[in-house]
């Protein structure tokens, strides 16, 4: 797979774009704003318990449903999760979590 990462420099909003051998494109789900906590969130139905900025969901580029197909994150100090669904392989979920780490500040 070929991944690429960007950051919006006036929001810091990271973007992360794979485009898998199959040919299926995967973007960063964006986040929605929450009013009470003053910043963007991302609904990750519990399994990611920290905030961070490594913490990422993705989608299929252009899919109405927004259904997520990996999720990263971190659940303790020195600690991630990571789930992931068709069309990735574990191999290939691994492989972006780990570019997560390489790409610097995220």
Known sequence: CTISH???SASGTRFIRVVLPSGVVLV???PSWDPALKHSKLD????????STKN???VEEGEST????MQF???????FTMDYI??????QAFGIALTVFRAGNY
């Open 56 to 58: 990422f969901q993705l």
């Open 86 to 91: 068709a069309p990735l392989s574990a191999l």
């Open 66 to 69: 927004q259904r997520v197909v």
């Open 6 to 8: 960007s950051t919006n």
């Open 44 to 51: 990750f139905q519990g399994r990611i318990t920290m905030p």
């Open 28 to 30: 960063s789900k964006s």
């Open 73 to 79: 994150g971190r659940v303790g100090k020195d600690a």
